[in-house]
């Protein structure tokens, strides 16, 4: 069974960066487009930040220009980099591939605040 394993959440002050990474199968980026979603309390699970098996990135209009998404084929590892980070950001962030899904990770938390 496929598992992704997200890590790197953190306790974060309004304005900070944080970096958070999903390690995956290996070969799995080889073949899959991957995104990160987020998950506030009380509120539907959102996809944040998408890259395709091209290369091709795509942002939610909420972190646009704040946000990247990269890979690393070599450590079969996903990143999502976040910086000028707002309480609204919070939440728990989990990966997975592109559509169709598969089965969630854990996640990681992710809290901004002062």
């Known amino acids: 069974q496929v598992q992704f394993v997200e890590s790197g959440g953190d306790l974060v002050q309004p304005g900070g960066s944080l970096r958070v990474s999903c390690k995956v199968p290996e070969s799995f980026l080889a073949t899959y487009g991957m995104a990160w979603h987020r998950q506030a309390p009380g509120k539907q699970r959102e996809m944040v930040a998408s890259i395709t098996g091209g290369g091709r990135t795509k942002y939610a209009d909420s972190v646009q220009g704040r946000f990247t998404i990269s890979r690393d084929y070599a450590k079969a590892t996903v990143y999502l980099q976040m910086s000028g980070l707002k309480p609204e950001d919070t939440a728990v962030y989990y990966c997975?591939?592109?559509?169709?899904?598969?089965?969630w990770g854990q996640g990681t938390q992710v809290t901004v605040s002062s």
């Open positions: 997975n591939r592109m559509s169709p899904e598969l089965p």
